[in-house]
């Protein structure tokens, strides 16, 4: 058995519909091992977004208890769940997420500038990242001269240069066209060859085969290895 980095269990969350309480996530368990790759696969309305949301901090469940790297997340207040998301967690969004007045460089190192590093320092810290993803040579340039599978790659460098426990991915594939997918879903498998911890969220089956391991959310339920019928 390896080292447990996400271990939730009774994960419970719903939203209040007019008068009515509307369940979206039912008694979710769901455990991650560091250097994992999993998939979370479930089509739209499965509650994947909801427990994406509570996997990265920026929710916290009804009822149930979540520990990541070792911390108790259901029972921190906002600031230190701020404090965890910059530390512990890198998001990787479909639309990229990138801020379309900075250059390059800026969008990389914000995570950095955040924490408290001087410019100088963030650049020196993720000059191996912009090596390894092959962006080095558009540094300068702004979000909207990259195309697709560029601005993927810069919110992939930007979610690893803090070094963060885990790789949050929401549908990284969702916005590009197949080639670029493919080559994205390429660099996923090479990072986790290199020991990342990656969960990704995804509607597509053939882009969840790339991890390690599939779990499936249907109505806000996960089934690790049978589906319902």
């Not at 701020?82 to 530390?87: G, K, L, S, T």
């Not at 702004?142 to 070094?163: C, D, F, H, T």
């Not at 089934?223 to 019928?229: A, F, H, K, S």
Request: net charge negative.
């Amino acid at each position: 058995m390896g080292q447990k980095l996400i271990e939730m269990k009774g994960i419970n969350k719903g939203y209040k519909l007019g008068e009515e309480m509307v369940p979206v996530l039912k008694d979710v368990e769901f455990e991650v091992e560091k250097g994992e790759f999993v998939a979370i696969l479930g089509p739209s309305g499965s509650g994947k977004s909801t427990l994406m949301n509570i996997l990265g901090c920026m929710d916290t469940a009804d009822s149930g208890t979540y520990f990541l790297n070792g911390e108790a997340i259901h029972e921190m207040p906002e600031n230190r769940l701020n404090e965890i998301r910059n530390r512990e967690i890198g998001f990787i969004f479909q639309n990229y997420q990138l801020i379309p007045t900075y250059n390059i460089m800026q969008n990389i190192i914000m995570p950095l500038l955040v924490r408290g590093m001087t410019s100088a320092e963030a650049e020196e810290k993720c000059r191996k990242t912009i090596e390894l993803l092959g962006i080095s040579h558009r540094l300068k340039h702004k979000p909207n001269e990259l195309s697709g599978g560029q601005k993927q790659r810069v919110s992939i460098a930007r979610a690893l240069v803090g070094e963060p426990a885990i790789l949050l991915a929401d549908e990284p594939t969702g916005a590009l066209d197949s080639s670029s997918g493919k080559d994205v879903l390429k660099l996923f498998e090479q990072l986790h060859g290199m020991g990342n911890t990656i969960v990704m969220i995804t509607h597509d089956l053939n882009v969840a085969k790339h991890a390690q391991r599939i779990v499936h959310i249907i109505d806000g339920q996960l089934y690790t290895n049978t589906l319902p019928d």
